[in-house]
């Protein structure tokens, strides 16, 4: 699914029990909830505020947000850039984070539009919150250099963003 008109511009979405999807949402959004999904990669325009990810397995989620927080989720991959620390509260295993790693046309415009700052980003600081993370035993862990790559968007857009 690829969405990115002005119907959905400034739209509160939430998404819910997706399987084995790839949800492309390229415009700036005002919060995002995704819950109880499954084996589903989705990239996000810029969040205005908040992504929530609840109850998700082996989910990837590409987005420039002003917060994220995920509980209660497992096998998660988030690519993101976020001017504060990503909140992981109970219920996580196995979640790992890298910096924000896409672009489109237009994502210079949305980031201006939602106040974001691609030069802010503290997407490997996270703040746990609650009894499941030991620092022995950690839920979460920063994605290996190894495993970076650029994700490219398989769609052709109007707009001033460049490789």
């Not at 400034?10 to 109880?36: A, D, E």
């Not at 908040?50 to 995920?70: D, G, L, M, S, W």
């Not at 896409?102 to 939602?114: G, I, N, R």
Request: hydrophobic share 35%; proline share 7%; aromatic share 8%.
């Amino acid at each position: 699914l690829l969405q990115c008109s002005a119907t959905l511009e400034f739209s509160n979405v939430k998404i819910h029990r997706c399987h084995g999807s790839n949800l492309y949402l390229l415009t700036p959004l005002r919060s995002v909830t995704i819950q109880k999904c499954r084996h589903t990669r989705i990239i996000l325009g810029p969040v205005e505020t908040t992504v929530h990810v609840e109850h998700c397995e082996f989910v990837t989620i590409i987005a420039p947000c002003y917060r994220i927080v995920i509980n209660n989720s497992q096998l998660c991959t988030l690519y993101l850039l976020t001017p504060n620390q990503p909140v992981i509260l109970n219920g996580n295993d196995s979640i790992r984070l890298s910096p924000f790693h896409t672009f489109y046309p237009k994502l210079e415009e949305h980031l201006l539009k939602v106040g974001l700052d691609a030069n802010n980003n503290l997407w490997d600081q996270p703040i746990c919150l609650g009894s499941d993370h030991r620092e022995v035993a950690p839920v979460w862990e920063l994605m290996k250099p190894q495993d970076f790559y650029t994700f490219n968007i398989p769609f052709e857009m109007e707009g001033a963003t460049k490789v």
